[in-house]
């Protein structure tokens, strides 16, 4: 068969046949932001982490107020994880699961710190305080970056419930007696 009979026959085959045939591809539609998919899965695994710092200061805590705000912060907790891991794989990305290396030793400095204090709430409140400041800056640090509007408005809607529960556990904190003071 010759060339010029090989392309007769392309061009009078069926236009059925020559769609059928591979084209390239372009790049994907859609271009991952990595560094935003990374920004948002560090707030996942915060989230996650303060979660589980907050039921542990509940399960530790000697005052059911303060057992029933840090129960009510958990949940808050897990329902932001929740809406940050929905937004990464709305971004294409893939939501991270587990903890940060320095929240495995902030949710270890809890148990330790509850034991050794003899589950002292001025201690549990003390360290919730801590653990939301730390979670307050780690928002703003992401809220710093250049962000879709829809990524923006839920990280800065999170971050006004932070600073919320951060003001409560504050209130929490000034409304515990002094602590005793030791004689030698």
């Known amino acids: 068969?010759?060339?010029?009979?090989?392309?007769?026959?392309?061009?009078?085959?069926?236009h059925a046949l020559r769609r059928a045939v591979p084209v390239a591809v372009s790049?994907?539609?859609?271009?991952?932001?990595?560094?935003?998919?990374?920004?948002?899965n560090r707030l996942i695994d915060t989230c996650a982490d303060s979660a589980y710092g907050f039921a542990s200061c509940a399960d530790y805590s000697n005052i059911?107020?303060?057992?029933?705000?840090?129960?009510k912060r958990a949940q808050e907790c897990d329902t932001a994880?929740?809406?940050?891991?929905?937004l990464v794989q709305?971004?294409?990305?893939?939501?991270?699961r587990g903890?940060?290396?320095?929240?495995?030793?902030?949710?270890?400095?809890?148990a330790v710190h509850g034991t050794l204090c003899g589950l002292c709430d001025a201690s549990i409140v003390a360290e919730c305080e801590r653990g939301e400041s730390e979670t307050c800056e780690r928002y703003r640090q992401v809220l710093d970056q250049e962000l879709p509007t829809r990524v923006r408005t839920v990280v800065e809607r999170q971050l006004r419930q932070i600073e919320s529960s951060l003001q409560q556990i504050r209130s929490l904190r000034d409304a515990l007696p002094p602590p005793a003071r030791f004689r030698a």
């Open 1 to 14: 068969m010759t060339q010029a009979s090989t392309m007769t026959r392309q061009r009078s085959a069926p």
């Open 27 to 40: 790049a994907p539609a859609v271009d991952l932001d990595l560094e935003l998919i990374d920004a948002l």
């Open 64 to 71: 059911s107020r303060h057992r029933a705000v840090f129960r």
């Open 81 to 86: 994880r929740e809406q940050l891991h929905e």
């Open 90 to 96: 709305q971004l294409g990305g893939m939501p991270m």
């Open 99 to 110: 903890g940060a290396a320095s929240d495995s030793l902030h949710r270890g400095w809890v």
